[in-house]
C-alpha cells in the first residue's frame, strides 16, 4: 500500500470531515474598539473544574490578532434558525457587516454576543498553542445563558442544518 501524500491526506481529511456533524458557533469579540465575529465548529469543552472551552482560529482571520492579544471572548452556539449569521461569519460579509443579521448585545465587558443565541459562553482568554495554520485559545467561562429548548444549528456535509429531532423536555 502506497503511503499518501500530504495533499492527499489534507483532500481527504477536508472530505471526511465534512462527514461530521457539528453544532455551529459563533466566536465574536472586541478589541481596540472595533467587533469581530466568526463562524466556528472547532469548539469544545476542555474542563468542568474550571469551567474552559477551547477554540481553533486561523492566523489568516480578522479576529486572529484580537484573540492574540488576550481579548475576552464569547462563543454564542447557534439555534436552528440562525443559519443566515453563520453565513455572514463565515466569509459572506466581512467586519461589521456580519453584525447585520442578528439580536446582537453588550454584556458588562463589552463583549458582543447574541441575544437569543442557543447559548453563550463567556470566556475569559488564558491563551494557547499554536499548530500548524492554527491558534488553538483557551476560554475560562465566567457567566453563561441558555434557552430552554433544545435545538442547535448543525454543520455536515457542507451545508448548515437543523438538528433531527427537536427536545421539549426543556433544562432542569
Known amino acids: 500500500m502506497a503511503a499518501d501524500t500530504p495533499q ?8 471526511a470531515l465534512r462527514r461530521f456533524a457539528r453544532t455551529v458557533m459563533v466566536i465574536s469579540c472586541a478589541h481596540q474598539g472595533q467587533r469581530f465575529a466568526m ?14 472551552m477551547l477554540i481553533c482560529v486561523n492566523r489568516g482571520t480578522k479576529i486572529f490578532p484580537a484573540l492574540s492579544a488576550g481579548s475576552k471572548f464569547c462563543i454564542n ?3 436552528s434558525g440562525q443559519s443566515e449569521i453563520a453565513r455572514n461569519c463565515g466569509g459572506m ?13 453588550l454584556n ?5 454576543y447574541l441575544r437569543d443565541a442557543q447559548a453563550n459562553f463567556f ?3 488564558k491563551g494557547g498553542n499554536s499548530i500548524g495554520t492554527h491558534d488553538i485559545f483557551i476560554g475560562e467561562i465566567n457567566a453563561l445563558n ?3 429548548r433544545v435545538d442547535p444549528l448543525l454543520y455536515v456535509d457542507g451545508l448548515y442544518q437543523p438538528i433531527w429531532y427537536h427536545s421539549d423536555r426543556g433544562l432542569s
Open 93 to 105: 460579509l466581512n467586519g461589521e457587516d456580519r453584525f447585520s443579521a442578528g439580536d446582537w448585545d
Open 146 to 148: 441558555m434557552m430552554d
Open 77 to 79: 452556539m447557534l439555534h
Open 8 to 15: 492527499t491526506l489534507k483532500s481527504e481529511m477536508i472530505v
Open 123 to 125: 470566556c475569559e482568554n
Open 39 to 52: 463562524s466556528a465548529t472547532a469548539v469544545s469543552e476542555v474542563s468542568v473544574e474550571p469551567p474552559s
Open 108 to 112: 458588562s465587558h463589552q463583549i458582543p
